[in-house]
């Protein structure tokens, strides 16, 4: 997500694009786990990415070398990222032959109304939360002077 546009563009293509198609083809991952467009779905992108980083951290590690659980530590975490893809592309809707485009609910677009609406419902919240922690001063203060109230 702190990637520019360019940076994004290069880890896509030379990272992913190449790696995807791989892991795909190694583990047998159907569409219902990879869709055709996971590069179109952020959240998609994520997993994908970070997948990928924890193999390259666990497995390639140079410096320390890998961990003797390495292999079936990546099993494991390969599970549960198939069930988290297995949802995330259920979510999305997308077939074989359709892409769907991302869905994004109008609070979280930063360019409509409804988000100015939210931030501010979200700012009244966080006062609230801050208000309701501190103590009121003047029943603080008697219980200082050992008054009570």
Request: aromatic letters at 10%.
């Amino acid at each position: 997500m702190a990637l520019d546009a360019v940076a994004q563009s290069e880890t896509l293509r030379s990272v992913l694009g190449e790696w995807v198609p791989k892991i795909v083809c190694e583990f047998a991952l159907s569409e219902q786990v990879v869709p055709r467009c996971w590069y179109r779905h952020s959240a998609m992108i994520h997993e994908l990415l970070a997948l990928f980083q924890y193999r390259q951290q666990q497995q390639f590690n140079m410096e320390l070398g890998p961990p003797v659980s390495a292999a079936i530590d990546f099993q494991y975490q390969f599970s549960l990222w198939r069930q988290r893809m297995r949802s995330l592309t259920g979510d999305a809707g997308c077939t074989a032959s359709k892409h769907l485009a991302q869905h994004r609910p109008s609070w979280a677009d930063s360019s409509t109304t409804d988000f100015a609406m939210w931030s501010v419902d979200l700012d009244e919240f966080a006062r609230e939360l801050v208000a309701f922690a501190e103590p009121d001063v003047s029943e603080s203060s008697a219980l200082e002077n050992g008054e009570e109230s």
